[in-house]
């Protein structure tokens, strides 16, 4: 039997802002950077589960609620939302050009590396 799975949208950080705030809400902000990197730089209201630790912890996470990904410039990122949406996850966004280009565009409070 095929399965559809729902499209991948991007949403830049500035988009992600005027949608649902900072801190976010209304959805899950998903950042699935490595434990260093999360202590070097981090997004009030994400949720840390490190790429590889996704599957395995994939009932921690709403399929029916809106799911951001985040990585550190965007590639990691998509590849989880990619397969959250293979999951089921229905509305899943990739934040394009992740944390790097939150501290850009939209808080320069939160360290760039």
């Known amino acids: ?4 799975t729902s499209p991948v949208r991007e949403i830049t950080p500035k988009e992600f802002e005027s949608r649902w ?5 209304g959805l899950t902000l998903l ?3 490595e434990p260093w990197e999360v202590a070097t730089a981090h997004v009030e209201g994400s949720i840390h589960m490190p790429m590889e630790q996704v599957p395995s912890r994939l009932a921690e996470l709403d399929p029916n609620a809106a799911v951001v990904v985040m990585c550190h410039g965007g590639m990691r990122s998509l590849q989880v939302a ?3 949406a293979g999951q089921g996850f229905a509305d899943v966004y990739n934040l394009s050009g992740g944390i790097d280009a ?3 565009e ?3 409070a939160v360290p760039r590396y």
Request: charged share 15%; proline share 10%; hydrophobic share 30%.
């Open 31 to 33: 950042d699935v950077r």
């Open 102 to 104: 939150w501290s850009q």
């Open 106 to 108: 939209v808080d320069s």
């Open 82 to 84: 990619q397969y959250l």
């Open 1 to 4: 039997m095929a399965t559809t």
């Open 21 to 25: 705030g900072t801190p976010p809400t």
